[in-house]
T-cell receptor, first 113, second 112 residues
Framework: DQQVKQNSPSLSVQEGRISILNCDYT??????FLWYKKYPAEGPTFLIS?????DKNEDGRFTVFLNKSAKHLSLHIVPSQPGDSAVYFC????????????FGTGTRLTVIP | NAGVTQTPKFQVLKTGQSMTLQCAQD?????MYWYRQDPGMGLRLIYY???????DKGEVPNGYNVSRLNKREFSLRLESAAPSQTSVYFC???????????FGDGTRLSIL
């Protein structure tokens, strides 16, 4: 049973606009969340993380929001660039430092020039 | 900047054959991991090694064995390959479990 869900398999946005990628989880014990980006024929690359003591974390154009009561997190990319076109994976673990990361199925983002 | 190197990149096996996937990292990381990725599913943890000399099962360990040969190298072995093990396999490493993991580019394995 998938504990981390990304219900949108794909998303297309215009260059310069905001991209919002969503992720839901079912395990209330998850308290550390990460986003990875993956290009074809490459491994996932770490993008940004957030622990459950925060509800927002920013790094340049990337912001992750966490809503613990809704068991929902989102990744905002502003402004979107063509180089952001990739598959984005959400991942979660039960405690910071736990070895078992649970990944979502991914959302393919296409940024249209 | 090699990072995490996986060999081979592609492999085709027949059912029942054995195979070892190799992984090496040059970042002096303590923890190493093996994942598989199947269509329509996220990456799933097969085995991990929190530090040199230790290994533990992840979410989907059945049919696999691992060896943490030294701090740099972590291999994954399929003793008797089955078609259900057709997948893309990723190796990853991190300084400690609370640091983000760095991934290799994957091994695409097909079992006929």
């Amino acid at each position: 049973d998938q504990q981390v869900k990304q219900n949108s398999p794909s998303l297309s946005v215009q260059e310069g606009r905001i991209s919002i990628l969503n992720c839901d989880y079912t395990n209330s014990m998850f308290d550390y969340f990460l986003w990875y980006k993956k290009y074809p024929a490459e491994g996932p690359t770490f993008l940004i993380s957030i622990s459950s003591i925060k509800d927002k974390n920013e790094d340049g154009r990337f912001t992750v929001f966490l809503n613990k009561s809704a068991k929902h997190l989102s990744l905002h990319i502003v402004p979107s660039q063509p180089g952001d076109s990739a598959v984005y994976f959400c991942a979660a673990s039960e405690r910071t430092g736990a070895n078992n990361l649970f990944f979502g199925t991914g959302t393919r983002l296409t940024v249209i020039p | 900047n090699a990072g995490v190197t996986q060999t081979p990149k592609f492999q085709v096996l027949k059912t029942g054959q054995s195979m070892t996937l190799q992984c090496a990292q040059d970042m002096n990381h303590n923890s190493m991991y093996w994942y598989r990725q199947d269509p329509g599913m996220g990456l799933r943890l097969i085995y991990y090694s929190a530090s040199e000399g230790t290994t533990d099962k992840g979410e989907v360990p059945n049919g696999y064995n691992v060896s943490r040969l030294n701090k740099r190298e972590f291999s994954l072995r399929l003793e008797s390959a089955a078609p259900s093990q057709t997948s893309v396999y990723f190796c990853a490493s991190s300084w400690t479990p609370d640091q983000p993991q760095h991934f290799g580019d994957g091994t695409r394995l097909s079992i006929l």
